[in-house]
């Protein structure tokens, strides 16, 4: 009875020894700073958002988590790169464009959207509104249409290229409205909106904290938002869907993905602490300085709107022939 004893506390004590290392590791990641990949370059919302959320997640991780800027082919080179580490400590922003639009309007993606990565958690939506020059004589979305369609081909809205999110806003609009005019792609929102105001074009949607100084000023008309519900900034503005289209959003967004090989366990602990920090106050009042909602939803919520943001955005995608910059 006592050797028996002797053994099973000798197996139980070399089984716990044995576990000791891996249950150390697991416990204690991360083990070294995060970095958060941003495809796009410095300067604009993305980069607002991602720092604002990586600042708060660093409290509950533990570890620093820096922002780090990969600009270039409409966000797929930041996308390849971040789906092919290997470190377990690179994340990347995800977007409409990287997530919803390039796998429908590149023949051939570096990266699955799908498969290469893991959705984390939607850290935020940034309003689009359409607006107007104060010269058209429309003062709310149902004029507007009205005013396209007795003038088919004859109005010009801008955007900041092809394929960019203006560009999607407005023929999505196209599309709900079934109205016909024109697209005008610049190289860049200062350029459109300088000519936008000059009336040299007639109408844009544009990311509400580009538009919200020219639109106080009087300098443009916001007919219509594409939030779900009307933003307090500018409370008299009805939303699309209140002004006939039901079920009409459009807002650009952002999310937190990582690598699909990390290990569950490494992606529960990132889930956790990452919509814990978008979910706080100090990332919801610095946001809302930029006209940006934060959100802050599960790992599964997040999975299901990226289905249904691509769901929505392919058909406008094919019906306005959309192609890549160059292309």
């Avoid at 576990?19 to 970095?35: E, G």
Wanted: with cysteine; proline share 7%; hydrophobic share 40%.
């Amino acid at each position: 009875m006592y050797a028996s004893t002797t053994r099973r506390q000798w197996l139980t004590q070399t089984a716990a020894l044995s576990a000791t290392p891996w249950l150390a590791q697991a416990d204690t990641w991360p083990n070294k700073p995060m970095r958060l990949v941003v495809p796009f370059a410095p300067g604009g919302s993305s980069e607002i958002v991602a720092r604002a959320v990586a600042g708060e997640m660093a409290k509950g991780l533990g570890q620093n988590v820096f922002v780090d800027n990969k600009p270039g082919a409409a966000g797929n080179i930041a996308m390849q790169e971040v789906a092919g580490s290997t470190d377990e400590h690179t994340l990347v922003l995800g977007h409409i464009g990287t997530l919803a639009v390039n796998p429908y309007i590149f023949p051939k993606l570096p990266y699955d959207a799908n498969k290469d990565f893991v959705p984390i958690t939607l850290i935020s939506k940034v309003p689009s509104l359409y607006v107007v020059h104060p010269d058209l004589p429309v003062k709310n979305l149902k004029e507007f249409v009205a005013y396209a369609k007795s003038k088919p081909g004859q109005l010009n809205y801008g955007s900041a290229g092809n394929g960019s999110a203006g560009h999607l806003a407005f023929e999505y609009l196209k599309m709900a409205t079934d109205t016909f005019m024109l697209h005008v792609p610049y190289r860049g929102t200062g350029p459109m909106l300088t000519d936008l105001m000059a009336g040299r074009l007639q109408a844009a949607a544009v990311g509400a904290p580009a538009l919200l100084q020219f639109i106080k000023a009087g300098k443009l008309r916001c007919i219509a938002t594409g939030t779900s519900t009307r933003l307090p900034q500018l409370p008299d503005v009805p939303t699309v869907a209140e002004q006939g289209y039901k079920g009409f959003e459009m807002t650009q967004w952002y999310g937190l993905l990582a690598p699909s090989k990390w290990p569950k366990a490494h992606i529960d602990r990132l889930e956790q602490e990452a919509v814990k920090a978008a979910r706080s106050k100090a990332v919801s009042d610095k946001l809302s300085q930029d006209t940006a909602l934060a959100v802050g939803n599960t790992r599964a919520e997040f999975e299901a709107f990226i289905k249904q943001e691509q769901a929505r955005w392919k058909p406008v995608i094919a019906r306005a022939k959309i192609v890549p910059e160059g292309a």
